[in-house]
């Protein structure tokens, strides 16, 4: 059973950075590929992007690209997100999840779908105020 706990959410103004932190315990953590979703209000929890077991390959979704960065440092037990350029509409509730066949079959397919994850966080807030 793996246990992950996110950090770092809050409230910044636009055009701000923030750098999101999930700790996980419990587990392999260089087995599994580690993916963040978001969920704004009223919106469907959607993918922000992943990261492969070694941290050599990442994806992202478009609406991120450019802005977002994944990166994770196996010895620490961790995963990071750091966010620039930050907007409005990524006012949301952040989660980090862990998955351990995507994390032996790096698959875009797999990576996009969030019911692939076997693990998730609790979520951290990130409100980016105009």
């Known amino acids: 059973q793996v246990q992950l706990v996110e950090s770092g959410g809050g409230l910044v103004q636009a055009g701000g950075s923030l750098r999101l932190s999930c700790a996980a315990s419990g587990g392999t953590f260089d087995d599994y590929a580690m993916g963040w979703f978001r969920q704004g209000p009223g919106k469907e929890r959607e993918l922000v992007g992943a990261i492969s077991r070694s941290g050599g390959s990442t994806y992202y979704e478009d609406s991120v690209k450019g802005r977002f960065t994944i990166s994770r440092d196996n010895r620490k037990n961790t995963v990071y997100l750091q966010m620039n350029s930050l907007k409005p509409e990524d006012t949301a509730v952040y989660y980090c999840?862990?998955?351990?066949?995507?994390?032996?079959?790096?698959?875009?397919?797999?990576?996009?779908?969030?019911?692939?994850?076997?693990?998730w966080g609790q979520g951290t807030q990130v409100t980016v105020s105009s």
């Open positions: 999840a862990a998955d351990l066949r995507i994390g032996y079959r790096w698959s875009v397919t797999l990576i996009r779908n969030g019911h692939e994850y076997d693990y």
